[in-house]
């Protein structure tokens, strides 16, 4: 059940753009991204809770395609900050307390 | 900006010894999380906790392992006898619950490295 993140890792020089992808083989109810920094926790980047829906904030955005079963995220114009593990973490249905299956992580790396 | 805090931040102990780990969320939340994340791979769900109880657990979150909310603000996830596979960065999350559509991500803390000798 745990999605599959692809690609497994990119490496970008600073103001290129990335796209990571997030699949399901479960119909998803939402799809959480976080970024974690070599030794440090998780840090929320955001949340889509339907089909279609899109979001972004800065230069980071994401979609859900409820159809496909998969979310994308997008970072344009990337800066050296951007650099940790991605991880996309689902739930299959919104279950009070229930948790996030995470993926395997996608480790980005922003070169100067 | 509102943290969860978590001690303590390493944590050495030998094998079948126990540990309790301790985690303070952030005090409008009403859900609280273990998870773990054995070095270089992914993070991997433990339980969660809402009403003082166990709403989920996964299959690694076996006999040994326990979580307490003692006093209304502490979260601890004890491990009684502890095994060497249980070396791993455990992290306590938080969130709240959002039935409007709303960013109710879950806030980490920044891990108890644990390791199992």
């Known amino acids: 059940q745990q999605p599959v993140q692809s690609p497994q890792a990119v490496i970008l020089r600073e103001g290129e753009d990335a796209v990571i992808n997030c699949s399901s083989s479960?119909?998803?109810?939402?799809v959480h991204w976080y970024r974690q920094k070599h030794g440090e926790a998780p840090i929320f980047l955001m949340i889509l809770l339907k089909g279609g829906e899109q979001k972004g904030h800065d230069k980071i955005s994401a979609s859900f395609n409820e159809k496909k079963q998969q979310s994308s995220l997008y970072l344009t114009a990337s800066q050296l900050s951007y650099s940790g593990t991605y991880f996309c973490?689902?739930?299959?249905?919104?279950?009070?307390?229930?948790?996030?299956?995470f993926g395997q992580g996608t480790e980005l790396s922003v070169k100067p | 900006e509102p943290e969860v805090t978590q001690t303590p931040s390493h944590q050495v102990t030998q094998m079948g010894q126990e540990v309790i780990l301790r985690c303070v969320p952030i005090s409008n939340h009403l859900y609280f999380y273990w998870y773990r994340q054995i070095l270089g791979q992914k993070v991997e769900f433990l339980v969660s906790?809402?009403?003082?109880?166990?709403?989920?657990k996964s299959e690694i979150f076996d006999d040994q392992f326990s979580v307490e909310r003692p006093d209304g603000s502490n979260f601890t996830l004890k491990i009684r006898s502890t095994k060497l596979e249980d070396s791993a960065m455990y992290f306590c999350a938080s969130s709240e619950f959002e039935q409007v559509k709303g960013d109710y991500g879950y806030t980490f803390g920044s891990g108890t490295r644990l390791t199992v000798v």
């Open positions: 906790f809402y009403n003082n109880e166990i709403s989920e």
């Open positions: 479960k119909a998803l109810y939402s």
């Open positions: 973490g689902t739930e299959y249905v919104r279950n009070q307390g229930g948790k996030l299956i």
